[in-house]
């Protein structure tokens, strides 16, 4: 198995797209595309966080949806 000091990341960032701390990247500038399965492609020109749900704040319904049966 590989160690982390074996893996190279397979992608690339403009600086220019990099804000000044070099957290994040401005889509815009990125102008990215998605491949959506098949011979369909798209473009992101938005994007947004959906936090996932903690199980333990789920109600007894919502639960009962995602156990195994």
């Not at 990341?9 to 491949?35: G, H, S, Y």
């Amino acid at each position: 198995m590989a160690s982390k000091r074996d893996v190279t990341p397979f992608w690339k960032i403009r600086e220019d797209a990099m804000d000044a701390e070099m957290t994040t990247c401005d889509q815009k500038v990125l102008k990215n595309f998605v491949k959506m399965g098949g011979i369909t492609f798209g473009r992101v020109t938005s994007g947004y966080e959906l936090p996932r749900p903690f199980y333990s704040a789920l109600t007894a319904e919502e639960k009962a949806l995602v156990e195994e049966k």
